[in-house]
């Protein structure tokens, strides 16, 4: 950690300690915070200290699950508070939600049979334990009670989360809320509505395993995100919007990535976005900025490669060893970087993070698996079993996924491009077709490039094709890249906090959907 | 699944607990949920999940500032602490005078809630069937589809579900009651292949009674959308005549019924603000949100609030006649609320949303409306709604897929072309409706069409070169 972060977070908690007598102690959910900050120290990842169940009571639960017959399966036990600071029509209201669950997973002939429970009574937690061992038995009688030897694993991945939310007042954060909301309404006359949301998410996991691993991760998120309403003399209304999200505390917010920025940007985008123009449409190259709009290749290509989908005749089926990206596109999926959303220690069955290169200059080397899908595609396990919560069996997701920095400065690739669109920031989420590998991506901050100049704000973009043509067709990777904090959640009948990045890059074979004027034969544009 | 006595004393000690702790007002609000998800793969079940959930969410009311917290802990000290950190936190709040408990100003449902079985869309059979009957409902969905025809080259997602919920609420201003809700059915994902083409084809289907999902249907349904994609192919840009389909047309709809919430009006969000009274849709269109629907898979006694549910034309010939209500935006708006806050599970306060929502059919057959059409396009996938339409400003622009409507006939299958426009421009621009009210969950639509329609066509692509130069 670095001198700098240490000074602040002193000085913050002398701040407190002076100011605020009375209520430091006060934090949204402080019952169960407190307990979790006493109980592991106030680490984060795999370091916390003790286990939300007795190890006992885990192995005991294990030997009952894998007791007729099941082929692998875990225990997962969670303790969990959400706490939401929300701002809209300048006013404050908080949330707090508590949850708490044990669930279990048995694994039979690549079948998944889960259940849960909401007691940590050690009872309950056999019942649940029995019940998926029965189901999973499916009239088979094992013959042997296992033994299963049990050890802590431990990870050099750490993800602090300084301050703990606990150490900074609810007033003191209702307080920065409003201060603020009140920046946003100050910014322009214009403003005619400010939400905004904070979110502290704390979550203490265990996870017992029939291969005999034990794990206990504190997984923390830091979260804000900020929209700010325009409305101008016409009656033109506009909605600018700008957010961050982490796997830190509050001592993450600095420089770019503080609230003032976000806010700020918010305000800027709703402005543009009043002055723009409508966006031409048809085919003609996109020059996509750093950092989130990653997502596109999320959305369009990372869905596809991941193991159930891959096995079941996604787009990406087959590709190992063949060509599905341009030369010089590598696409990685990260799980280890510090302070993005998408990472963590272990995943939600036990294995270890890990950094997947998925396509690796223009050839597809991986998939994102998870047990059983690995064991089905006769592959290793790439760390990508991941799940909601106690509620939800495990399946491959994404963790952070990103386009590597390739050499072309980003001022060349917009110089170069003489007609077509720069795309400063995604907008509204996408979806893909992973059968077709059809997606779509929504655009939230765009502009002209005319000349090889970025000029005149478009709005009502939007962005769609099919992911392998996509990435066939990036023909200049910036050397600019970002894996940006954002506060992206992906949804897969389950919803996963996941983190995106990409440097500046020109794509040729997307087509752009917009209210504007109809642009054919632009040089450059695929035909 | 059966009422339980000890949830409904349970709300009821939450308040309590709330008023002696000095809460102006207080409610709380228990699920207790059965839910079970299969999902097939293989023609076999791939994945079970069976699960039961409770717990509590609690509303407090001090000095005109509103604080909410849930908990799946349901023991009285976990209560009891809950209240203790509310009455700590609410200070903090700022305060609104809207903010209200309600107080059955707006009438109340007496009695038991759950004895109105015309106001329940609850079905005791999805929680008395063994899962092995469910299993094979999801294998079937999947099998069906497969065996539909020998063009379909696999099952992407094949999934059955369904859950029980049994809801209790008490508030201090003597609101108290519960009711059971359910549904159940399916949804299926197929891939059609013809050579190296691939095209896909979904379709869902949840409905209260575990009786009306017929997974066979379903199944066939999804392959057969798939087929008929094969050979689909761009057109080029122009302006026509579009036939929206009613699963569509009911994605639609849902945005639309997002801007008539009081809330976004109240806040200046919704472009729809200040325009009761005026038309805002071509006259033949009427919307209608009926929180009594007989049979509607959003029927309930009452809404999260103890409102008794009730029927809101929201557009009628045209003419804006009202927004959706809870009793926040109607005391703000000086009206009544019309039985709209929507509070699915206890970990929610919940929020303004639509109940049986509809667009009342006309009397055309869509076949007349597709017969009447001499170039045109027919719309039957729509692609990132979520992302593609702006709810604020209502502009879109989707990439869809459908059908080439020549000289009054279904022709080829388009795919590759984006459409765009407003939809406040769009619902004045729909001409004939059809008398096929077609539901897709809790919303219903027809088949209509819109006089003309911006499609954003597109040549085929070109194998990528890589002797291109780097540079445009």
Request: glycine share 12%.
């Amino acid at each position: 950690m670095n001198s700098k972060k240490k000074r602040r977070e002193l000085s913050r908690r002398q701040f407190l300690g002076r100011s605020a007598a009375g209520v430091t102690a006060l934090g949204f959910s402080s019952t169960l915070l407190n307990t979790l900050l006493l109980h592991t120290g106030c680490k984060t990842g795999a370091q916390a200290t003790d286990l939300i169940v007795p190890e006992d009571v885990l192995k005991k639960a294990v030997e009952l699950l894998m007791a007729k017959g099941a082929d692998f399966g875990e225990v997962f036990a969670e303790r969990s508070a959400f706490d939401t600071l929300m701002s809209d029509d300048r006013k404050i209201n908080t949330t707090t939600l508590i949850e708490k669950g044990v669930g279990v997973r048995g694994v039979k002939e690549g079948k998944t049979f889960y259940a849960y429970t909401a007691s940590f009574e050690p009872d309950e937690i056999y019942k649940t334990a029995q019940f998926v061992a029965d189901a999973a038995a499916q009239g088979i009688v094992g013959e042997t009670a296992l033994i299963v030897d049990m050890a802590r694993q431990t990870s050099d991945l750490s993800f602090p989360i300084v301050p703990h939310p606990d150490e900074t007042a609810a007033d003191k954060k209702i307080e920065m809320v409003q201060g603020l909301t009140e920046r946003a309404w100050s910014a322009d006359e214009r403003v005619n509505q400010v939400s905004q949301y904070f979110q502290e998410i704390m979550r203490q996991i265990n996870i017992a395993t029939s291969s005999g691993k034990i794990i206990n991760q504190l997984v923390g998120r830091t979260l804000f995100y900020a929209l700010t309403y325009m409305k101008d003399k016409d009656g033109n209304l506009q909605m600018g919007m700008d957010s961050r999200g982490a796997y830190a505390g509050m001592d993450f917010f600095t420089g770019e990535n503080s609230f003032e920025v976000v806010v700020d940007k918010s305000v800027e985008r709703a402005k543009k976005l009043l002055s723009a123009i409508d966006s031409p449409r048809g085919m003609f190259p996109v020059v996509l900025g750093p950092g989130g709009t990653g997502v596109l290749f999320h959305e369009s290509c990372g869905h596809g490669m991941e193991a159930d989908l891959v096995f079941k005749g996604s787009n990406y089926k087959d590709q190992i060893g063949k060509q599905t990206a341009a030369k010089g596109v590598t696409l990685i999926d990260d799980g280890t970087l510090p302070e993005l959303a998408g990472s963590f220690a272990f995943d939600d069955e036990g294995t270890p993070s890990q950094r997947t290169v998925l396509v690796n200059d223009g050839i597809q080397e991986n998939y994102l698996c998870d047990l059983i899908w690995a064991a089905k595609l006769g592959i290793k396990s790439t760390g990508s079993g991941r799940r909601q919560s106690f509620r939800y069996p495990p399946i491959p997701r994404m963790r952070n996924t990103f386009i590597d920095g390739g050499d072309v400065p980003p001022e060349d690739i917009i110089a170069n491009t003489k007609k077509g669109i720069y795309v400063a920031q995604t907008g509204g989420g996408g979806e893909v077709d992973v059968i077709t590998g059809n997606f779509m991506m929504g655009v939230g901050e765009a502009y002209l490039i005319e000349d090889g100049k970025i000029t005149s704000p478009i709005k009502g973009a939007t962005l769609s094709g099919m992911g392998i043509n996509a990435m066939k067709t990036i023909d200049l990777v910036g050397n600019d890249l970002v894996v940006f904090p954002g506060a992206g959640m992906c949804g897969k009948g389950q919803s996963v906090p996941t983190g995106f990045g990409m440097p500046t890059i020109r794509v040729r074979g997307i087509m752009v959907g917009g209210p504007g004027e109809a642009w054919d034969d632009v040089e450059g544009g695929a035909k | 699944m059966k009422q339980k006595k000890e949830y409904m004393d349970l709300t009821q000690y939450a308040v309590d607990q709330a008023m002696k702790a000095g809460a102006d007002a207080a409610d709380a609000f228990v699920t207790d949920s059965q839910k079970v998800e299969i999902f097939s793969g293989n023609r076999s079940v791939e994945s079970v999940n069976a699960s039961s959930d409770a717990g509590v969410g609690i509303r407090i009311l001090k000095d005109q500032k509103m604080i909410f917290a849930s908990n799946n802990d349901l023991s009285k000290e976990a209560i009891k602490e809950m209240v203790t950190d509310l009455m700590k936190k609410v200070p903090f709040h700022t305060p609104d005078e809207f903010n209200v408990i309600y107080g059955k100003e707006f009438g109340v449902l007496e009695g038991d809630w759950s004895n109105y079985k015309d106001l329940l869309s609850y079905d005791p059979k999805i929680t008395e069937v063994p899962v092995e009957d469910k299993i094979k409902k999801a294998v079937t969905l999947e099998t069906s589809g497969l065996d539909h025809s020998p063009k379909i080259a696999g099952a992407m997602y094949v999934l059955y579900t369904d859950q029980a919920t049994m809801a209790y609420l008490a508030n201090s201003n003597g609101i108290s009651g519960w009711y059971p809700t359910g549904y159940c059915g399916g949804y299926a994902q197929f891939s059609a292949a013809d050579g190296d083409e691939r095209q896909s084809g979904t379709q869902i289907q949840i409905g209260a009674n575990y009786d009306d999902f017929d997974p066979v249907q379903v199944g066939k349904m999804a392959a057969e959308k798939a087929i008929q994609m094969l050979g689909a192919k761009p057109i080029k840009s122009c302006e026509v005549p579009m036939v929206v389909s009613p699963e569509i047309g009911v994605d639609l709809l849902t945005y639309i019924v997002g801007m008539l919430s009081a809330d976004p009006v109240q806040k200046g969000k919704s472009l729809f603000a200040g325009k009761i009274g005026e038309s805002v849709a071509s006259g033949n269109i009427s919307l209608i949100d009926d929180g009594k629907l007989k049979g509607g898979l959003a029927t309930q006694p009452v809404d999260g609030e103890g409102v008794p549910r009730q029927t809101t034309p929201l557009i009628a010939d045209g003419v804006l006649k009202n927004y959706l209500y809870d009793c926040y935006n109607a005391k703000k708006g000086e009206t009544i609320s019309t039985g709209n806050r929507m509070r699915g599970t206890y970990q929610s306060a919940g929020g303004i949303g639509n109940t049986n929502l509809y667009l009342k059919p006309g009397n055309v057959k869509p076949e007349e409306i597709i017969a009447g059409i001499k170039d045109g396009f027919y719309l039957s996938v729509a692609f990132g709604l979520h992302a593609g339409i702006n709810n604020v400003t209502g502009d879109f622009s989707l990439p869809v897929a459908g059908f080439k409507i020549a000289n009054g006939q279904m022709t080829f299958p388009i795919r590759g072309v984006t459409i765009g426009g407003n939809l406040f421009d769009f619902l004045k621009s729909v001409d004939r409706i059809g008398d096929d009210l077609t539901w897709v969950q809790s919303t219903g639509c027809p088949t209509f069409s819109v006089e003309s329609i911006k499609i954003g066509g597109v040549c085929l692509l070109r194998r990528p070169s890589h002797h291109q130069p780097p540079m445009c």
